[in-house]
């Protein structure tokens, strides 16, 4: 069956400008989840949606970050202002979470690169 | 904050030799998983551990998670050309259920 997929899989942008990443989960998966990842480092935690809500935005680094998943399916990550700083690859992962401690595994996009320049 | 500690950071062997990799936590953990990434590829699910003192096998793999659930390894016996690649693990923590915290990986390089 289908993977989760991210669009677009490159963006390039100007600093200030405002940018949207797109991750569409595979389908039946609940919980949603939203990485960043530079390189040389692990992925890092911005925010985690079960069904329609986020359920845990602690990593999002400031009020630049802002994501939504308003019918429970596609995310959208919005960063407002970017800059030079915010340039990774962002990634979106989905899994089946079933029940509130139980972790299933997370089935990764292939990620959007993002360079600010 | 709660942090997850990964070493080595770089691991270089001749093929057919065993490689460790091991995984610490600040905080008790309430399971951890592992990954693998490819060069220009995407985090794949290895294991999910969860009781204290958990061991799994996979083939080659041997995952084993700590008494106290801080600490985690995964060991790769006589290695070969298709194990390289970056192997993470990411563990969640029982306070904030929904969020894995990844460590910055091992990075695995086999000579054939």
């Known amino acids: ?81 970017t800059e030079r700083g915010d340039s990774a690859v962002y990634l979106c992962a989905s899994s089946l979470e ?13 990620g959007t690169r993002l360079t600010v320049l | 904050g709660q942090q997850v500690m990964q070493i080595p950071q770089y691991q270089h062997v001749q093929e057919g030799e065993d490689f460790t990799t091991y995984c610490n936590s600040s905080t008790t953990l309430s399971n951890i998983q592992w990954y693998k990434q490819r060069p220009g590829g995407h985090p794949v699910f290895l294991i999910q551990l969860v009781k204290s003192g958990e ?25 070969q050309t298709t194990d390289v690649g970056t192997y993470f693990c990411a563990g969640t923590h029982n306070t904030n259920a929904g969020k894995s915290t990844f460590g910055d990986g091992t990075t695995l390089t086999v000579k054939p």
């Open chain 2, 55 to 79: 061991v799994k096998k996979q083939k080659r793999l041997t995952f084993q998670f700590g008494e106290a659930k801080k600490n985690s390894s995964l060991h790769i016996t006589a290695t």
């Open chain 1, 1 to 81: 069956g289908a993977g989760v997929s991210q669009t677009p899989s490159n963006k390039v942008t100007e600093k200030g400008k405002y940018v949207e990443l797109r991750c569409d989960p595979i389908s039946g998966h609940t919980a949603l989840y939203w990485y960043r990842q530079s390189l040389g480092q692990g992925p890092e935690f911005l925010i985690y949606f079960q069904g329609t809500g986020a359920a845990d935005d602690s990593g999002l680094p400031n009020d630049r970050f802002f994501a939504v998943r308003p019918e429970g399916s596609v995310s959208t990550l919005k960063i407002q202002r």
């Open chain 1, 98 to 110: 079933r029940g509130p401690l139980r972790r299933d595994e997370q089935f990764f996009g292939p």
